[in-house]
């Protein structure tokens, strides 16, 4: 499977809306991009970087039972 790594802001931004980890090069936090910003979290960082969130795991028990 392919490896998911950081996109530097200057090489290319999310779609509107995607759910994305961003770092500024020393805090990571998820967050979601809208409108050519980051937002989402109560903290503010300058993201120089981010990456799609990986696909779930597959073998979660099911609980609904």
């Given at each position: 499977h392919?490896m998911?790594?950081?996109?530097n802001?200057?090489?290319?931004?999310?779609?509107q809306y995607?759910?994305?980890?961003i770092?500024?090069g020393?805090?990571?936090t998820?967050?979601?991009?809208?409108?050519?910003?980051?937002?989402?979290?109560e903290?503010?960082?300058q993201?120089t970087?981010w990456m799609?969130l990986?696909?779930?795991?597959?073998?979660?028990?099911?609980?609904?039972r």
């Open positions: 392919p998911v790594k950081w996109i802001v200057k090489e290319g931004l999310p779609e995607d759910h994305v980890l770092s500024d020393k805090i990571v998820s967050s979601y991009f809208q409108d050519g910003s980051f937002v989402g979290r903290i503010a960082i993201a970087h799609p990986p696909k779930p795991p597959k073998d979660i028990p099911d609980m609904s």
